[in-house]
């Protein structure tokens, strides 16, 4: 996170933006959607070669990546516009909604988000990726059962390949809706799959200190304070661990690099206060 590559192209970019305001919304053109970004869809009901794409579809394909592109960028407004000219090239086109969706939810407009996502679920029942989107759309919402059953909805199919991207949002909205055992069990399965996810293995330290099982924390957030990709967040978790542990030596370390690498950061405020239960 510090040092080479542009800080670790500046802490894999907060931890793609803490997974995307959580969690790593898939987008079919590309890669997962940090809040910008996009994942390689698993459907292939719109698969066509060149040579026998719709004019109307190669249009709307041009525009949408446009699309895809500013909203990486984080340039919204003009990523709304190549949207809307996609679908003006093609109303049925399934991933333009599925963007849609995802602009609106980063306007935290849900009911804009949800008729979008509906609309591509319409056009493409089944998608394990429309299926990831609305989920964390309707935990955004405090839906958690409903959320829920999206999820499960994807992980069910065998042919889903960001199955751990999925069990990182069951698990986080798992916690939003109190039920720590289950979220303890999305989280592990997902860290299964993908143990160097930061984003992963902060909530799962986190969930275990709420649970008091202190060694099992201090493996998790040890692990990734020692890797590329430690940020203040981290360390404040590693501290709270180590000091819950009463590892005042491990304590101290970490401190001494949380103010020498993040001293204007919140959580070395919340040191200096002594806030260790905030």
């Given at each position: 996170m ?7 192209w ?26 910008g ?48 000219q996609?679908?003006?090239a ?18 935290n ?29 309707l ?72 649970r ?10 040890r692990?990734l304070?020692?890797?590329?990709y ?49």
């Amino acid at each position: 996170m510090v040092g080479s590559t542009g800080g670790r192209w500046r802490q894999y970019r907060h931890w793609m933006l803490m997974a995307c305001g959580v969690l790593g919304f898939c987008f079919a053109l590309g890669g997962c959607a940090a809040n910008g970004g996009a994942s390689a869809s698993d459907s292939t009901a719109d698969l066509v070669t060149p040579s026998d794409e719709p004019d109307a579809r190669r249009r709307a394909r041009i525009r949408l990546e446009l699309a895809s592109n500013y909203f990486e960028m984080g340039q919204t407004a003009v990523a709304l516009d190549e949207v809307k000219q996609s679908l003006a090239a093609d109303a049925n086109y399934a991933d333009a909604y599925n963007l849609r969706g995802l602009i609106y939810l980063r306007l935290n407009d849900f009911a804009q988000a949800e008729e979008s996502f509906r609309r591509a679920q319409a056009l493409r029942p089944g998608d394990p990726n429309l299926l990831h989107n609305f989920g964390w759309l309707l935990c955004q919402q405090k839906k958690y059962a409903e959320a829920d059953q999206q999820f499960v909805r994807a992980l069910d199919n065998p042919a889903y390949a960001a199955r751990g991207k999925t069990l990182m949002a069951r698990g986080l909205c798992q916690v939003g809706a109190a039920q720590y055992a289950e979220a303890e069990q999305s989280l592990i399965k997902a860290y299964e799959l993908d143990a160097a996810n930061p984003v992963v293995g902060y909530h799962l330290s986190a969930l275990l200190l709420r649970r008091n099982e202190l060694s099992r924390a201090q493996f998790y957030i040890r692990r990734l304070n020692n890797s590329e990709y430690a940020n203040s967040e981290s360390l404040w978790l590693g501290i709270k661990v180590e000091r819950a542990l009463g590892d005042t030596v491990a304590a101290r370390q970490l401190a001494d690099q949380l103010r020498k690498r993040f001293p204007e950061s919140r959580e070395w405020g919340a040191y200096e206060r002594g806030a260790f239960n905030e």
